[in-house]
């Protein structure tokens, strides 16, 4: 080991300036952190006088600065919360969300009245009927709430927060009051990108969308079917511009050049130029400039003749990267890029050892690309089940073929591109050609999305496991210089260790948790490996992701009634690959009109044959040590005019000794005929002031009051600490978990 330090003193430095980064995202920047990196160059300079190894305080000093970068980024100076006139400048294409027409767009150049700094932000609205939506470039003056992003909430559930950071952007926006959009300029990248979408729309009409996502990494127009046909299969990797995208496009340019017989130097200037244009054209993305800093360490080593270390390589890319936008490290295609290269580096010389004594050339060519395939899932396994909450293995099968038609697929676009400037007739006839070779390419991954053995949902598996795993793979590898019996030895135990560990920390409690929301509403109950939800919310992420990464089936869903924000997502955990044994819904939910997205998502459970039941006061349902008694409505109780928030389901639940009495969004007018004593109340419709009375709360006689809102009415607060109760609001602690182990019971907030 003491060989290896000097070597790659390079992947030693990345490796310690990425830990710091991830120490900084959950700190903020503070002047210790400045004096540690100051104390370690004093430390570096006086062992250096001494003649001795200035290597451990080098890597503290990267360690240091890491942070430092990472606290910085992540923690932004923002203005106060409240209500602007803002003026901005569009800086994205607009999308539109089908249940409510909701408006979402990026802003750059913000500015606020008083302030003189400039922000990016994330701005939604509702536009006026016929009102024209903004363009890329225009400038926008409008009356909107500024508010500061929140991050994670959930458990497993997603960060909005570092999702805006990633992309630059600090603040959000919403609201557009008197909104007036100024003409302006569309940025010239842009102008580009719109300019190949119009002509590939032309060239290759409905096949553009797949030749956009291979081109130009936009996917804004694939269909929903073709890209779950490509992450079911396991390809979904080439719709995303990275490595082998940049990897076609070097090709193609060292082909064209060798004609010309360059210089290694006249080769890496044209390289640099066309792959950084290409870079910013596709948004430049952390694989694409990953890619592209290997392809130049690579050709600089040929230039100057020097032995090039692909480890080494990478390392250098990393830390790149990290010194530009440090925050990346926390994103998934970051982690996924990184990994896939990591898996070839680390593991694919062992693989190619194997492929060399294959004597037949076409099945050496098919061993070689393979097992490079093999070695680059292995090292993206892990960040793929961690954030998808599945592995496939059809893609082990079809990816080298995937990849060879993707292969001989982008230079055509490129050259059918190219042909259309000066022939655009003659290249709308091979367009023809070409759309169909995108045809078949869709039908291909679609054939194999379709068998049932395409992929399979896995839970998300602790960090010490993945750490354990992780390292029996290095050990395999000739970058560890141990003999192979302490390489078996130390991996069976770190596997050993960490299963055992995995096995012991099961959790077997009774949970109830009150997700986290917004103004929406979604609650999970564990009963050891048994799994009930009461209301999905309107964006089903966060209880998919809760279920998925913790590996359950969702064996009861209760819907209290149909409004958007308690059902709409049912969507989402069918879309993800949910298992649902079965959905449950009042007798009343659909006399009531209903909204289309709720009924389309009931349509969509049924064609994925999940059974849809009903239920009524005095009905029951159980778990092992939980138990559901519906106290409201009354069957055909209900009449085609009336308030669908009066007949949701108002349920008694019985969590091991431990009474919660759920109310759903039951209005103020019958909440008295589901009153029953209970020590836990979840608190109706969001805390609204028209639920909630007095005369109720003297039936319920509540302990303990679960709100589930971002603001809740001043009159219930006030009612419910007169009745004694103790108030928990999501807005304030996040999600909200109630565990009864044995005869004790305590309620844990995700934030505080």
Known sequence: MLRYRPRRWLVHLALAFGAGVYLGGGVAFHWIWLAAAFCCVLCALLLRRMGRSVYLPLLGLAVALGLLRCALSAHPALPAEGTYNVTAVIDSAPTVREQDGRVAVFLRDLRLPGDPQEYRAYWTYWPENDAPL??????????????????????????????????????????????????????????????????????????????????????????????????????????????????????????????????????????????????????????????????????????????????????????????????????????????????????????????????????????????????????????????????????????????????????????????????????????????????????IVQACASLPFAQFLIRRLPFYVIAAAVLSLVLCTRYVLL???????????????????????????????????????????????????????????????????????????????????HALGLVDLLRQGVPIDGIYMSTEALVSPVAEGVLEALRLAEAQNVPIHTLSAGDHLALDRVSVEVLWPDRQGAAPDSDPNDFALALLLDLDGVTILHMSDVSGAFELRSARPAQVLRVAHHGSASSTGERFLSVVSPSVALISTRRASEKTLSRLAEAGAMIYDTNEHGALTLTVRRDQSWIQGFLR
């Open 134 to 443: 903004p363009l890329e470039g225009q400038t926008a003056v409008f009356s909107g709430r500024v508010y500061h992003p929140a991050g994670q909430v959930n458990p497993h559930g997603f960060d909005f927060r570092m999702y805006l950071l990633q992309k630059g952007v600090t603040l959000g926006v919403t609201g557009g009051d008197g909104l007036t959009l100024l003409p302006g300029d569309m940025p010239l990248l842009s102008r580009w990108r719109q300019a190949i979408r119009l002509r590939l729309d032309d060239l290759l009409g409905d096949q553009s969308p797949l030749a956009a996502a291979l081109l130009l990494d936009d996917k804004s127009d694939l269909p929903e079917d073709v890209a779950a046909d490509f992450q079911t299969a396991g390809v979904a990797h080439v719709l995303t511009v990275s490595g082998l995208h940049v990897m076609i496009l070097f090709s193609c340019i060292l082909l064209l050049l060798r004609r010309f017989s360059p210089s290694q130097r006249t080769v890496l200037l044209i390289s640099l130029l066309l792959l950084g244009a290409y870079t910013l054209l596709v948004g430049a993305r952390a694989s694409v400039l990953r890619a592209g800093l290997l392809m130049v360490y690579l050709q600089l080593g040929r230039m100057v003749r020097r032995q090039r270390d692909p480890l080494t390589a990478l390392a250098a890319a990393f830390l790149c990267i990290l010194l530009l936008r440090p925050l990346e490290l926390f994103s998934a295609g970051f982690q996924m890029s990184f990994s896939a290269v990591l898996g070839l580096i680390l593991l694919g010389d062992r693989a190619w050892l194997l492929v060399r004594k294959i004597r037949n050339p076409l099945l050496h060519r098919f061993a070689d690309v393979w097992t490079g395939t093999l070695c680059a899932v292995l090292g993206t396994c892990f960040s793929v089940g961690w954030y998808y909450h599945r592995l496939s293995l059809m893609g082990l099968l079809v990816s080298p073929a995937v990849v060879a038609a993707v292969t001989l697929l982008l230079p055509v676009l490129i050259g059918l591109l190219l042909l259309s400037v000066p022939l655009l007739p003659v290249a709308r006839v091979l367009g023809r050609a070409v759309a169909l070779l995108c045809s078949a390419l869709s039908s």
């Open 483 to 565: 003999s192979r019996r302490k390489r078996l030895l130390i991996s069976a135990g770190a596997l050993g260790l960490s299963i055992a560990l995995m096995l012991l920390l099961q959790n077997r409690d009774v949970r109830y948790i009150q997700l986290s929301e917004g103004s929406a509403d979604a609650a999970i109950i564990e009963d050891g490996g048994q799994t009930l939800l009461i209301d999905v919310g309107e964006y089903g992420g966060d209880v998919a992701s809760y279920l998925l990464s913790e590996g359950r089936r969702a064996n009861y869903v209760i819907l209290s009634h149909l409004h958007s924000d």
